[in-house]
C-alpha cells in the first residue's frame, strides 16, 4: 500500500495474472468512480502506408462490439448516472477514460472491457468511423494549432514516425477498400490489445462499505484479466519504431520556420533540441528554468522585451517529448514592432540564457522551487477522479507508481544534492545554444514558398543567420537581473482549530453586501475571496463595455508586473469583467491573502495609465475581435446567442467600430466614475472567521468608494434575460471557412424551479438520442450536442451541429426532425422517469470536492438570499416531478407549444 502525496488517497499497485498493471485509487474526496485504460500504442504504431489507422481503433472502439450491437449503450448508460466518457490517441498512447455514479460503475466498466476486447469490426461502421474522422480532420482545418502542428511534422526526420500524417481522412483511407482496412483493424488489435500492453487506474470514492469496495475491487481484478496475455512465441511485442531515429538530422537544426496563420497572430517558439534528460528529472531542470524565464523581475527579460514593445507576453516550458527526444520552447506573442526586429528579441534570449549559465541562476532559487513543490503538494486541491485516473494510467507505461506519485513535487536538494541540482540546471543550459535551436516564426507578414501536405499552410524553412542577430548583442543589451526572494510565501501552512463546519451567512446587507461561506472541511488553510463592483458608468452602451475591456486590458497588464511573484507563492488572482461591472477573484493561502487582495485593489484603484498603454491595449483588443470573428461557427453562433439573450452583451463588429473614437480622456472619465459610490458585493469562502470577514469588508469599502454617491438608489444589478417575443425566431450570420452549423436553442416559458428541472430532464433524455441520431446515424458532422443551457438563471435547452458539408438549412432540419422522431418513439415509463428522478437528485446532492468549487459556487448563486438552497430546491422540485409532467415537456417541446425556438444558422461567405 502506498500513501498518497495527498493525504486524502491511497493508492494500491496490482499486476494482474495476464500482467496488466492497475492502480487501485481509494479517494476521500471523490464523488464519483472514475477509470481510464491506457493502451500502449498510438500514432506512430500506424502502417506506414495507412496514417490514421490508430486514430480508427480508437474510434470503432465506441462503433459496436460483441455483447453491444448497438453501440451507444455505455454513452447512454453514463449518461444518465452523472459520467461522462471519451478517448483519445497520441504518438504512443490510446487512452479511453469515464466517470459515473458508482452503483453503475462495474456495468460500465464490463461494458467497456466488452468494446476493447470484442469490438465488430464491420464495413458499415468502418464507413461510418471515417466519415466521423474526415468531419474533425475538416472542422480543424483552419485551427491554427493543428496548423503549425502539420508544419512541425514535415519539417522533421522523413524516417521518424512524428513525420507522417496520423489524423486520417477519407482521402487518406481511400487507398484501402473497407475490407482491407477491416482486416488491418483486426491485425492491429491482435498486436497490441493484451494484458502487458495495458494500464489501468481507477478512482473509487472513500464513502463505499468496505464490502462494497471489497466487491468492485474483486470484479474490476476479474474484468480486467480478461485481456489475453501476451505470447511471445506466436507474437513478437512490437519495439517502438522511433527509438534508435532521431527525431532531427542535424540539417534540420539552425533553422527559421516562417508559418503564415489562418488568424491574425504574431508569434515567436523558441525551439531548443535537447538530448533525453530523463535521468536529471528528480531536479526539475525544465521546471526551474521555464519559472526562471517566466520571471516578471523588471530586470529580467520578459520586462526587457515588453518594455521596447517587442512582445505581449512571455512563456516557457517542455515542448514535444517522446521515448528519445525531449525538446524546450520559449514562447513569444509578438507585438508588430516584435514582428520586425526577431533578430534583436533572439540575441536578448541568447544573452539571457548565456548569464544564467554562468551567474544568474543559483541554489536558492533551486530551494525556492522546491519549496513551492512541497506547498503545492501538500495544499493544492485534489484533481477530478477522471483526471487523477487519466494521468496515473498514462505515465505507468513509463514509471513504476512509487516514483509516479512523487515525481510530480519532487525535486532533489537534500544534502548534497543541491550542486547537482544546479549543475543539471547548467547541463541543460550548455545544450540551448544557436546550434541547438528551430525557430518558428508566425505572421501573416511572413514570407513562405511552399505548403504543408494536409492543412495547406503556407510556409517557409531557411538557415538560421546567427550572424544577423549576433550583431545585436552589443551595450543595449544591459546586464539582466532576477527577482529576489519571494516575500510571497506563506508562513501558515495548517488549518487553524476551528469547528468543521460548512455554512454561509449574509453578513452585511445594502449596498455593500457581504458574505461569509465558512467552509472547514478540506483540512488547509486557504480561502477564496470574491468582490464584484458594479456601476452604471460600466453597462448600457458598447462604448461603456469597449471602456472597460480596454481599462482592464491595462489593469492586468500593470498587476502582471506588481504582483507576478504571488502565483509562485501560492496567492493567485484574477480580474475580469462581467455582464453588470467587473469582479476581483483571488484565493489561496488565507494567513497573507486579505493583505494581498488589500494591495491588489490599492493598485487597481490607484492606476495610471499613458497613451502609449492604451494604444497597445486598442491594438491588443482589435486583433483579438477580429480573430473571435474566424472561430468555429458554431462558436460564433454561441456568442451572437448570448448577445441576443443577454443585456448589455454586444456584437464583436459593434465593439470593433467604436475602437477607433476611443480616447484616453474617455477612459480617464468613465473609469473615474466606477469609485464613486458603486455597489460592492464581498464573499470570503474557506476557513476565515466572521470577524476577519467583517474587518475585510469593511476596510475594501473604505478603499472603493472613494468619490460622491451618484445614485443613492442604485443597488446591485439584476441579471435579467431578453425573451423571445416570437414562438419561433430565426438569426443568421455569415462565417468564414467552408462549414456549416445550426443552434436549436428551446427558451423555457419562465424562470422558475419547475421549469428548470423540467429543462435539466430533458436533456438527460435526449442527449445520448440526439448525439446517436445526428453524428452516427445521419452523419452530420463531428461537433454534435446537446446541453442544459441557463442564461442568467433563465432555463434553455440547446441542440447543435456543426458539419463540413451539410448545409446549415439542412442541419436546421435534421435537428428538428430527429428531435420528433426520439420524442415520437420515446415510450417513458413511471419506473424509468423515477429513475431519473433519482440520479438527478443523486447529482445535486453531491457536495464539493475541493474548496475553490465550493467557493465559486456560492459565488455564482448569490442572485438567491439563500444561495446555500439552490441544491435543495432543485431536490425538491426534482421531487415534485413526475411521469404527466415531462411528457408534457416533452410534447411542448417537439410542438413549441410553450418554449419558444431561436434558430442561429451559420453560412459560409461565398
Not at 475491487?217 to 511471445?232: D, N
Not at 507474437?235 to 537544426?253: C, F, G, H, S, V
Amino acid at each position: 500500500m502506498i500513501i498518497s502525496r495527498r493525504q486524502s488517497a491511497t493508492y494500491t499497485d496490482i499486476t494482474c495474472s495476464n500482467n496488466l498493471q492497475v492502480c487501485l485509487i481509494n479517494s476521500d474526496t471523490a464523488n464519483k468512480a472514475a477509470l481510464s485504460m491506457s493502451i500502449q500504442a498510438g500514432h506512430f504504431n500506424d502502417p506506414e502506408n495507412c496514417p490514421g489507422l490508430a486514430h480508427l481503433f480508437e474510434h470503432m472502439m465506441f462503433a459496436s462490439s460483441e455483447n453491444h450491437a448497438k453501440g451507444n449503450d455505455l454513452h447512454e448508460l453514463l449518461s444518465k448516472n452523472r459520467g461522462y466518457i471519451n478517448a483519445w490517441t497520441s504518438s504512443e498512447l490510446t487512452n479511453f477514460h469515464f466517470d459515473c455514479a458508482p452503483s453503475v460503475f462495474l456495468n460500465a466498466l464490463e461494458q467497456l472491457i466488452d468494446m476493447i476486447l470484442n469490438p465488430m469490426y464491420s464495413e458499415l461502421g468502418v464507413e461510418r468511423e471515417i466519415s466521423a474522422i474526415d468531419a474533425e480532420f475538416k472542422m480543424r482545418l483552419n485551427d491554427d494549432v493543428r496548423r503549425l502542428y502539420d508544419v512541425h511534422k514535415h519539417t522533421v526526420n522523413p524516417k521518424h514516425p512524428f513525420y507522417r500524417f496520423s489524423v486520417g481522412s477519407q482521402e487518406a483511407f481511400s487507398e484501402y477498400s473497407l475490407s482491407g482496412l477491416v482486416t488491418l483493424l483486426n491485425q492491429y488489435h491482435q498486436q497490441h490489445v493484451f494484458g502487458q500492453n495495458i494500464k489501468v487506474s481507477v478512482v473509487l470514492p472513500a464513502r463505499l462499505s468496505d464490502s462494497e469496495r471489497s466487491k468492485h475491487e474483486k470484479q474490476i481484478i476479474t474484468l480486467l484479466e480478461s485481456f489475453p496475455t501476451h505470447q511471445q512465441s506466436s507474437l513478437a511485442i512490437l519495439e517502438n519504431r522511433a527509438a534508435d531515429i532521431k527525431l532531427y538530422e542535424q540539417d534540420q537544426l539552425q533553422k527559421i520556420i516562417r508559418v503564415k496563420p489562418y488568424k491574425s497572430t504574431r508569434n515567436a517558439i523558441i525551439t531548443f533540441c535537447l538530448p533525453n534528460i530523463d535521468d536529471l528529472q528528480h531536479y526539475k531542470p525544465l521546471l526551474v528554468l521555464a519559472h526562471i524565464l517566466e520571471d516578471s523581475a523588471k530586470k529580467g527579460l520578459k520586462q526587457y522585451l515588453k518594455q521596447r514593445n517587442w512582445c505581449e507576453d512571455l512563456s516557457a516550458g517542455g515542448a514535444l517529448s517522446g521515448s528519445n527526444y525531449q525538446e524546450f520552447s520559449i514562447n513569444l506573442r509578438l507585438t508588430v514592432e516584435g514582428d520586425k526586429n526577431l533578430n534583436a528579441i533572439l540575441a536578448a534570449v541568447f544573452v539571457f540564457i548565456e548569464q544564467c549559465e554562468t551567474e544568474l541562476i543559483q541554489t536558492w532559487q533551486i530551494e525556492e522551487k522546491a519549496q513551492q513543490l512541497g506547498m503545492q503538494s501538500v495544499l493544492s486541491d485534489p484533481p477530478a477522479p477522471i483526471d487523477e485516473a487519466t494521468a496515473i494510467a498514462s505515465r505507468l507505461h513509463k514509471e513504476p507508481l512509487n516514483e509516479l506519485l512523487k515525481s510530480d513535487t519532487r525535486l532533489d536538494i537534500n544534502g548534497n544534492s543541491e550542486p547537482q541540482a544546479l549543475s543539471a540546471i547548467k547541463n541543460v543550459l550548455a545544450c540551448m545554444h544557436p546550434q541547438t535551436v528551430r525557430v518558428y516564426h508566425i505572421s501573416c507578414d511572413v514570407q513562405t514558398d511552399r505548403h504543408s501536405p494536409y492543412y495547406h499552410v503556407p510556409y517557409s524553412i531557411d538557415p538560421l543567420d546567427i550572424e544577423a542577430f549576433a550583431k545585436n548583442v552589443g551595450e543595449q543589451i544591459k546586464r539582466f537581473e532576477l527577482s529576489p526572494p519571494n516575500r510571497y510565501m506563506p508562513d501558515l501552512y495548517k488549518t487553524p482549530d476551528y469547528p468543521q463546519i460548512r455554512e454561509i451567512s449574509r453578513l452585511v446587507k445594502g449596498e455593500s453586501s457581504c458574505w461569509l461561506a465558512y467552509n472547514n472541511e478540506y483540512g488547509h488553510y486557504k480561502s477564496d475571496i470574491y468582490l464584484s463592483i458594479e456601476h452604471p458608468g460600466m453597462v448600457g452602451s458598447p462604448e461603456a463595455l469597449t471602456v472597460k475591456k480596454l481599462w482592464l486590458s491595462m489593469v492586468n497588464e500593470y498587476l502582471e508586473t506588481e504582483f507576478g511573484h504571488a502565483d509562485f507563492a501560492g496567492l493567485h488572482y484574477k480580474l475580469y469583467g462581467h455582464q453588470a461591472g467587473l469582479s476581483l477573484h483571488v484565493s489561496g493561502f488565507a494567513d497573507k491573502q486579505r493583505v494581498f487582495a488589500q494591495a491588489v485593489i490599492l493598485a487597481i484603484i490607484n492606476f495610471k495609465f499613458e497613451q502609449t498603454d492604451l494604444e497597445k491595449a486598442v491594438k491588443k483588443m482589435q486583433s483579438s475581435l477580429e480573430n473571435a470573428l474566424l472561430n468555429k461557427p458554431v462558436n460564433r453562433l454561441f456568442f451572437e446567442l448570448n448577445c441576443r439573450l443577454q443585456p448589455n452583451t454586444y456584437a464583436h463588429s459593434e465593439v470593433l467600430s467604436i475602437l477607433p473614437c476611443i480616447t484616453a480622456k474617455k477612459v480617464e472619465e468613465r473609469t473615474k466614475q466606477y469609485w464613486q459610490y458603486p455597489f460592492m458585493e464581498t464573499l470570503i469562502a474557506g476557513c476565515v472567521s466572521e470577524q476577519q470577514t467583517l474587518s475585510f469588508h469593511s476596510s475594501i469599502l473604505e478603499l472603493v468608494c472613494t468619490g460622491k454617491r451618484l445614485d443613492k438608489r442604485f443597488t446591485r444589478n439584476k441579471r435579467n434575460v431578453n425573451l423571445l417575443d416570437k414562438p419561433n425566431s430565426e438569426l443568421n450570420i455569415c462565417t468564414t471557412g467552408s462549414e456549416h452549423a445550426c443552434i436549436c436553442y428551446f427558451q423555457a416559458p419562465e424562470a422558475s424551479t419547475e421549469q428548470t428541472v423540467l429543462v435539466i430532464m430533458l436533456e438527460k433524455l435526449l442527449s445520448a438520442l440526439l448525439f446517436d441520431g445526428l453524428r452516427n446515424k445521419r452523419k452530420l458532422g463531428y461537433m454534435v450536442g446537446c446541453g442544459f443551457m441557463p442564461i442568467n438563471g433563465h432555463p434553455g435547452l440547446s441542440i447543435y451541429v456543426q458539419s463540413p458539408k451539410t448545409d446549415a438549412r439542412q442541419l436546421q432540419a435534421a435537428i428538428l426532425e430527429e428531435l420528433s422522431e426520439i420524442i415520437d418513439n420515446t415510450n417513458l415509463s413511471k419506473r424509468r422517469v423515477n429513475d431519473l428522478i433519482k440520479t438527478l437528485q443523486d447529482q445535486f446532492s453531491v457536495t464539493h470536492t475541493n474548496q475553490s468549487q465550493f467557493a465559486q459556487k456560492q459565488w455564482l448563486s448569490l442572485d438567491s438570499d439563500a444561495p446555500e438552497k439552490e441544491d435543495e430546491r432543485i431536490k425538491k422540485g426534482l421531487a415534485e416531478l413526475n411521469l404527466n409532467k415531462v411528457n408534457v415537456a416533452l410534447d411542448n417541446l417537439n410542438h413549441q407549444k410553450s418554449y419558444r425556438l431561436l434558430t442561429l444558422l451559420a453560412f459560409p461567405e461565398q
